[in-house]
């Protein structure tokens, strides 16, 4: 009687125990799909594709939005950085002229002495801004819409920024000393008592001769002396002179001079050269690099003798007995870079002495920067 009852009660927990597993199966089955995926037996095919909610065009405009946004933020942040940049230089270059980019002439502060160093400030900033220019063009091709406003502004600014520059560096070709000279001579009037005198080392005994100078003329007459060199006996052995419409070279008197039919600019530099031989009594002179003129049978055979006196800027009529200064032949303006030699230099060298960095070639007989040179009478030494 109670077997049939412990088998029921065998099969009962049977059924309960395979159910329990069902459960545990399902348990664990959910647990592999949060983890792996979907369990082996269910359909592999997702209830509900998401994906399926943006179309191929769709994924492709949505990535060009979120590509242009980043675009538009980095072109705003260099647009930026750029005009500081620019604005910063625009500041520079108005207290560099005073406030005032059509009065050069009158700086506010001793500006030649910073010039160099704001000039080179100058010209990075543009390569900088050149450079951010090109990498906006660059995203110009990609977005010409919203590029392009950018860069008109950019271009506006940048195209005045550099016509300041160049209104600068005008400024600084007529106020800077040439070819590198630290030093001028100023002849601030026409005077009978301004002038330079030179005392070389070695003795003006010359068969021939180079003689180059810088020249910042304010005004011309009809004898306008740059140098000069004359003894007791011959005041005119050497003269190197402007006139209104020429350049002269006199060697040994006023019969023996070459005439160059040059007008030099006055308020701006101009490197002159001039060139004699004893031999075939050669002379030449030459403007800023260039022959203007040439002649032969100037003085030959004549030497020139040492004990004269050399001078800048004036020539000693009479020289020692009796004589002095005209006024009417002295120079107004500034000259540096005053060399002579006691040859006569190839084309190359003059072509080398009248460079832009040529300051430091000096003459074997008169050395700028080495040969003692005296202002008087007012004339005084700049920089």
């Excluded at 003129?293 to 003085?299: D, K, Q, S």
């Amino acid at each position: 009687m109670y077997l049939p009852a412990i088998l029921f009660c065998v099969l009962w927990a049977a059924v309960r125990a395979e159910n329990s597993d069902d459960y545990e199966l399902m348990y664990v089955n959910l647990d592999n799909e949060i983890d792996n995926g979907l369990h082996p037996t269910e359909d592999p095919t997702p209830p509900c594709d998401c994906r399926s909610e943006h179309s191929e065009w769709d994924k492709l405009f949505i990535m060009m939005e979120n590509s242009q946004m980043r675009e538009g933020m980095l072109l705003q942040a260099t647009d930026d950085v750029l005009r500081g940049e620019l604005r910063r230089l625009r500041e520079e270059l108005g207290r560099l002229t005073g406030g005032s980019l059509e009065r050069p002439c009158a700086p506010a502060a001793p500006a030649e002495a910073r010039l160099a160093r704001v000039l080179d400030e100058l010209l990075q900033g543009s390569r900088d801004a050149s450079r951010r220019l090109a990498l906006l063009e660059g995203a110009k091709a990609q977005r010409p819409e919203e590029a392009g406003r950018a860069l008109s502004a950019v271009l506006q600014e940048l195209r005045q920024t550099r016509a300041d520059l160049r209104a600068v560096q005008g400024w600084a070709a007529r106020h800077w000393l040439p070819a590198g000279c630290e030093t001028a001579i100023l002849f601030p009037m026409r005077s009978k008592k301004i002038f330079g005198s030179v005392h070389p080392v070695t003795p003006m005994t010359l068969a021939s001769f180079s003689a180059s100078i810088w020249v910042k003329a304010t005004d011309v007459l009809n004898k306008t002396i740059l140098f000069s060199y004359g003894t007791k006996k011959n005041p005119y052995e050497i003269q190197l002179y402007l006139s209104y419409q020429t350049i002269v070279l006199a060697v040994g008197g006023e019969e023996n001079k070459l005439v160059a039919d040059t007008v030099i600019s006055l308020g701006g530099w101009t490197h002159l050269c001039s060139t004699w031989d004893s031999k075939k009594g050669h002379m030449s002179l030459w403007v800023n690099g260039e022959l203007v003129a040439t002649a032969v049978g100037m003085a030959t055979g004549h030497i020139v003798p040492e004990g004269g006196i050399l001078q800048i800027g004036q020539e000693k009529n009479g020289c020692c007995v009796g004589g002095g200064f005209d006024e009417t032949l002295a120079f107004s303006g500034r000259l540096t870079g005053f060399n002579i030699w006691d040859r006569v230099l190839s084309n190359e060298e003059i072509i080398e002495v009248g460079g832009a960095e040529s300051c430091h070639i000096r003459g074997n007989v008169v050395g700028w920067g080495v040969t003692e040179i005296q202002p008087h009478g007012g004339s005084q030494y700049i920089s």
